[in-house]
């Protein structure tokens, strides 16, 4: 039920900035909403594995919980990921802890996104190719 409302949020919105609901933003959405994993930021720097764990198991089943480091440091970078076994558990989390307080610090709580792919060297800049 959540999907759906934010899904009609999204048509609502996209109508009423510009009178037409892009396709491509609109099907970018209806995938990170059905995700089960959500990005987590603004982390608390003693906010580790477990303590993100125990602050998202309340909404369901955590199936993985990760802050992520820095490699030569190993000092939190603020930020991290959480995955549940299902999208509802996701949705509800998401709902309940987005601008809650962890660790002394507010959260910021979203569907992760994939990483973007590297794109492809581009030899004209940019440019238009018909001089």
Known sequence: MAFFNKFGSLVRQSISQNGQVPMTSMLNSIRCMSS???????????????????????????TDARVITDRDTGRSRGFGFVSYESTESASEALSAM???????????????TDKRQPQPYNNNYGGNQDY
Request: proline share 0%.
């Open 36 to 62: 089960s994993k959500l990005f987590v930021g603004g982390l608390a720097w003693s906010t580790d594995d477990q303590s993100l764990k125990d602050a998202f198991s309340g909404f369901g089943e955590v």
């Open 98 to 112: 987005d601008g809650q307080e962890l660790g002394g610090r507010n959260i910021r709580v979203s569907y992760a």
